[in-house]
T-cell receptor
Framework: ETGVTQSPTHLIKTRGQQVTLRCSSQSGHNTVSWYQQALGQGPQFIFQYYREEENGRGNFPPRFSGLQFPNYSSELNVNALELDDSALYLC????????????FGPGTRLLVL | AQKVTQAQTEISVVEKEDVTLDCVYETRDTTYYLFWYKQPPSGELVFLIRRNSFDEQNEISGRYSWNFQKSTSSFNFTITASQVVDSAVYFCALSEAPFIIQGAQKLVFGQGTRLTINP
């Protein structure tokens, strides 16, 4: 077990709605990254947070946003959901030294109808 | 731009056979890290190994071994005497190694190889 937890495990939303996914990082890990994994694909980097500030973003629009809190928890928010947002959303935590392994949670499966 | 290619989308073998999963990467960085992760049906990505670009020594861990060849930009993964529990999707991933805080360490994943071990 990695000590990284995510909630909820599954979620169904309709197009245009907003969703918040949650992640609890491993204790002591001050960096959290979020990835989107579409069916049959490898995970794609959404963004990373370090010490509660965004520290890099992948090729995702601004309607994907995040927050990181001092208690090692974080959120991924997606506004104006589209059908293509249906995917497994993974968070990963790591301590920041620039080279540490990222440890993943079990993911949240989001279905947008 | 960084890229990881796993040309084998699916592999199916009989239990106890050896199997090698291929990974080829592209990067302009001189310092980088390579990873293998296992994804069982539950969805969680399980870390298997990390290698930095300066260390080309092969590594063995039980039935698992990894062959890193910088000259061919490959980082292949071999399972010896495969078992049914090895059935999963395996991902190879690459990250640069930022030395400044401002650089996000993002993982670039390949498409994955679905490995099925039949009893």
């Amino acid at each position: 077990e990695t000590g990284v937890t995510q909630s909820p495990t599954h979620l169904i939303k309709t197009r245009g709605q907003q969703v918040t996914l949650r992640c609890s990082s491993q204790s002591g890990h001050n960096t959290v990254s979020w990835y989107q994994q579409a069916l049959g694909q490898g995970p794609q980097f959404i963004f990373q947070y370090y010490r509660e500030e965004e520290n890099g973003r992948g090729n995702f629009p601004p309607r994907f946003s995040g927050l990181q809190f001092p208690n090692y928890s974080s959120e991924l928010n997606v506004n104006a959901l589209e059908l293509d947002d249906s995917a497994l959303y993974l968070c990963a935590s790591s301590p920041w030294t620039g080279k540490e392994t990222q440890y993943f949670g079990p993911g949240t499966r989001l279905l947008v109808l | 731009a960084q890229k990881v290619t796993q040309a084998q989308t699916e592999i199916s073998v009989v239990e106890k056979e050896d199997v090698t999963l291929d990974c080829v990467y592209e990067t302009r960085d001189t310092t980088y890290y390579l990873f293998w992760y296992k994804q069982p049906p539950s969805g969680e990505l399980v870390f298997l190994i990390r290698r930095n670009s300066f260390d080309e020594q092969n590594e063995i861990s039980g039935r698992y071994s990894w062959n890193f060849q910088k000259s061919t930009s490959s980082f292949n993964f071999t399972i010896t005497a495969s078992q049914v529990v090895d059935s999963a999707v395996y991902f190879c991933a690459l990250s640069e190694a930022p030395f400044i805080i401002q650089g996000a360490q993002k993982l670039v994943f390949g498409q994955g190889t679905r490995l099925t071990i039949n009893p």
